[in-house]
């Protein structure tokens, strides 16, 4: 038992990463981590729904009906996104307009129906939850990391602090699209590096 929760746990975080691994929630990697804040914001606006979502679809998942169940799904998490969005909106407002439509489409996130989908409506709350909090996790690291490298190679700065001395020439292409995938690609690659059993012809 012990064992199972562990891996439910780690997983998530390496050989089963829901960007690097499974390829999920590329579209907010890309768009929203220009900054380290706005990772962060996004991160938890993410985990805040990933882990209520996954709860709440356990708890009810023996009254849902079948032929409603993605539809019933659907509802949770868009209701959840509106709390969270509400949140940002009124603790948070400049950053949260950096967002933009992203924390909206929260609701059409892969890693969250997925998991609702394949997790939630087989398992219990409790292991629902730490899915839901482990699988934020391996998605908010990856954020993260790209949003650090982004902002500190792109601006010299991370969280509004210089970091290069003085007459540091930003790289344009970290705040570009391009550059992210780029980081994204090199993630990808020091992970099947260290883990073969990753690669798919293993």
């Known amino acids: 038992m012990k064992q199972a929760t562990r891996q439910l746990l780690l997983d998530p975080l390496h050989l089963q990463n829901p960007i690097t691994l499974q390829v999920l929630g590329i579209c907010s990697a890309l768009a929203i981590t220009t900054t380290v804040e706005t990772a962060l914001l996004m991160c938890g606006a993410l985990t805040f729904v990933l882990v209520c979502s996954n709860t709440i679809v356990s708890l009810i998942r023996n009254l849902i009906p079948g032929s409603v169940r993605i539809i019933t799904q659907l509802a949770i998490i868009s209701s959840l996104v509106m709390i969270a969005d509400e949140i940002l909106q009124a603790y948070f407002y400049s950053l949260a307009k950096e967002l933009t439509v992203f924390v909206g489409l929260i609701v059409t996130n892969c890693i ?15 292991r629902s939850a730490l899915d839901g909090l482990a699988n934020s996790m391996g998605y908010n690291l ?3 990391g790209v949003g650090l490298i982004r902002e500190l190679f792109g601006t010299g700065k991370v969280l509004g602090y210089s970091i290069f001395p003085d007459g540091y020439e930003p790289n344009g292409l970290m705040v570009l699209s391009p550059g992210a995938f780029l980081i994204i690609g090199i993630f990808i690659w020091i992970q099947r590096s260290i883990s073969p059993e990753m690669n798919e012809d293993s």
């Open 112 to 126: 969250v129906m997925g998991r609702a989908e394949a997790f939630a409506m087989a398992n219990p709350p409790l």
């Open 142 to 144: 990856v954020l993260i």
